[in-house]
């Protein structure tokens, strides 16, 4: 059965409790990336989300990683966090136009993250999608959505946002409610529940779940058991899944990746 790629990472590289239990105690700090991207298979860049960061900066990211690596980039908060969504245009082309195309093929999807106060509003939240650039500087951009409010739990939400061909993040958190419709021509997860308890963040039993649930969504398959809200008869293809381990307790992240990893072989 074909399927699209699956990718397992973590949240930024430059964490110190990392320092002696992931990253080796006299690796130099300025190679931490380069370290960082050949044990797991993708980033997100979380810097990207404070401020705006130079081209010269995502070159060189780009440059460090393997070939087959790529980067989630988080998308600036002077976007997500301002009262009118439908007035974003200009800070997302300011967003956009900060070097990301530095990246090159390196470049996978857009994290637009909002706050759990962000109510779901149908007008304003259908004008945002329309703002969002099918390509930047030649290259294609996936676009994908953390909503955090329960107001958005609507088939109106998850019918715009398949129309738009926008993914709606499944976060499996403690502290905010889920959305696990697929809408986009990918899966972007983010796995939040780490806890100090367990070697790798999670039992290995729901590791084996996380993978059977990632193999489904690479397969184009709606995994059973999450919550959904809208019409579930998207179309069955391979889709690129990302699955990113991050927060809940953070320094067992990279752990939790790499044993998820092993486990999709």
Same mark, same amino acid.
């Given at each position: ?5 699956? @990718? ?14 992931? $990253? *080796?105690?006299?690796?130099? =700090? %300025?190679?931490? !990336? &380069? $370290? ?12 990207? $989300? ?27 908060? #002077? ?18 136009? =900060? ?9 996978? *999807? ?8 962000? %109510?779901?509003?149908? =007008? ?6 329309? !703002? ?37 993040? #499944? ?16 899966? #972007?997860?983010?796995? &939040?529940?780490?806890?100090? @308890? #367990? &070697? ?33 008869? =998207? ?16 320094? %067992? ?9 092993? @486990?999709?072989?």
């Amino acid at each position: 059965m074909s399927k699209g790629r699956i @990718r397992v990472g973590i949240g930024g590289w430059t964490y110190p409790p990392w320092r002696g239990t992931f $990253y *080796p105690d006299d690796l130099v =700090q %300025k190679r931490e !990336l &380069e $370290y960082a991207s050949r044990a797991v298979t993708a980033i997100e860049i979380n810097a990207t $989300y404070h401020r705006l960061q130079k081209p010269e900066s995502f070159a060189n990211w780009a440059k460090v990683v393997p070939d087959d690596f790529v980067f989630a980039v988080k998308a600036s908060r #002077y976007v997500t966090n301002r009262k009118v969504l439908a007035d974003a245009g200009e800070s997302i082309e300011t967003f956009l136009n =900060q070097g990301i195309s530095e990246l090159g093929d390196k470049l996978g *999807p857009i994290l637009w993250q909002f706050m759990a106060t962000k %109510k779901f509003d149908r =007008q304003d939240f259908g004008a945002f999608l329309k !703002l969002l650039p099918a390509s930047h500087d030649g290259l294609k951009l996936r676009h994908a959505v953390q909503v955090r409010n329960d107001s958005f739990h609507t088939p109106d939400f998850v019918a715009m946002c398949r129309e738009a061909g926008v993914a709606i993040v #499944y976060a499996d958190s403690a502290d905010y409610p889920a959305i696990a419709d697929v809408t986009g021509d990918f899966v #972007y997860a983010r796995l &939040e529940n780490a806890e100090e @308890r #367990y &070697e790798a963040g999670y039992a290995p039993s729901a590791l084996d779940d996380w993978t059977k649930k990632a193999e489904s969504w690479a397969e184009g398959h709606q995994p059973r058991g999450l919550p959904t809200f809208g019409d579930n008869g =998207q179309e069955v293809k391979p889709r690129d899944t990302f699955v990113f381990m991050i927060n809940g307790f953070k320094e %067992k992240a990279p752990a939790a990746a790499q044993a998820l990893l092993k @486990r999709l072989g």
